[in-house]
T-cell receptor
């Protein structure tokens, strides 16, 4: 299995631009999680999906952030417009939901820099 | 507020020594997990301990859980340079699928 795949691995953009991060979960996993990691705030859960349905988006910082999961094998996290404070590493993780707190498998992350 | 808090924030030891990291949490849990993150990489799951378990082993890893104190410890025995990484505990809130991660312990193994 290829594991969780994220693209791009690195993204450098200018303030005000739209940024789209992509994730392909492990085949057969039915839960998908988006995290953001910074030195100041650590690892924060932004949103997670069960069977392609958003369950908890309470961690999404503001309306500039949106996430979709059109099918079981693809999810996007979009930031529009981007700001310098959005600079962070964004991780996608997936799990096979059977009970609360199942093991999560993380992708390599997307390092976003907003200038 | 964060569910898990690791202690210490940073730990530096000599190769071959044992490393112990602690985690405290606030609410009732179903299980607690430990993850490792190498620099520039995603997190990798190490071990899961359920709320009805007190101790669990996996290779050189030993995890304990004390639900009365809401705390857990991760012991890495006979440390190796390759163990240099950040270690995170993660807890689930009862009935919720999401995990909440602590700030992590940065472990450095000196050769």
């Amino acid at each position: 299995d290829a594991g969780v795949i994220q693209s791009p691995r690195h993204e450098v953009t200018e303030m005000g631009q739209e940024v789209t991060l992509r994730c392909k979960p492990i085949s057969g996993h039915n839960s998908l999680f988006w995290y953001r990691q910074t030195m100041m705030r650590g690892l924060e859960l932004l949103i997670y999906f069960n069977n392609n349905v958003p369950i908890d988006d309470s961690g999404m910082p503001e309306d500039r952030f949106s996430a979709k999961m059109p099918n079981a094998s693809f999810s996007t996290l979009k930031i529009q417009p981007s700001e310098p404070r959005d600079s962070a590493v964004y991780f996608c993780a997936s799990s096979s939901a059977g009970e609360s707190g199942d093991t999560q498998y993380f992708g390599p992350g997307t390092r976003l820099t907003v200038l | 507020s964060q569910q898990g808090e690791e202690d210490p924030q940073a730990l530096s030891i000599q190769e071959g020594e044992n490393a112990t990291m602690n985690c405290s949490y606030k609410t009732s849990i179903n299980n607690l997990q430990w993850y490792r993150q190498n620099s520039g990489r995603g997190l990798v799951h190490l071990i899961l301990i359920r709320s009805n378990e007190r101790e669990k082993h996996s290779g050189r890893l030993r995890v304990t859980l004390d639900t009365s104190k809401k705390s857990s410890s991760l012991l890495i025995t006979a440390s190796r340079a390759a163990d240099t990484a950040s270690y995170f505990c993660a807890t689930d809130a009862r009935g919720a699928q999401k995990l909440v991660f602590g700030q992590g312990t940065r472990l450095t193994i000196n050769p």
